[in-house]
């Protein structure tokens, strides 16, 4: 299955722009796939993943537990740690494992909308 940029299902959380391109909805069943706008000055809820995932840097730079990355650099996040995605602007890949929950500071556990 073709999955084109432009056919993404685009969705918006706290100023940022997901689109979902190998996900459940679009035919995946083990790698949930992903692209994320970060606006400039972007400043990201922080979360702890209940997978590993793994943000590769396609333009400007962001930066994750205090590491600062830039096109062409990854980052790989182990499962249970808290994070938070801050710069931008930038566009970002992310690659997780298909049913991947997110706890938020508050306690509450989401499935983001853009994994599914």
Known sequence: M?????SAVARS???FEFRSLAVPSRGSTEI???????PEGGDGTPHRAS???VFYVLSGSVTIQGQTA??????VVPPGTELS???GPARVLVATSVGIEAV???GSTI??????
Do not use: H, R
Not at 2 to 6: A, F, I, K, N, Q
Not at 32 to 38: E, I, N, R, Y
Not at 111 to 116: A, C, E, L, M, Y
């Open 2 to 6: 073709l999955v084109t940029g432009e």
């Open 13 to 15: 959380f706290g100023g």
């Open 32 to 38: 949930a796939l992903w692209t994320v706008d970060v």
């Open 51 to 53: 997978k590993e995932e």
């Open 70 to 75: 830039s096109a062409g650099d990854a980052i």
């Open 85 to 87: 995605l801050t710069g």
């Open 104 to 106: 938020l500071a508050d």
């Open 111 to 116: 499935t983001p909308p853009w994994s599914v």
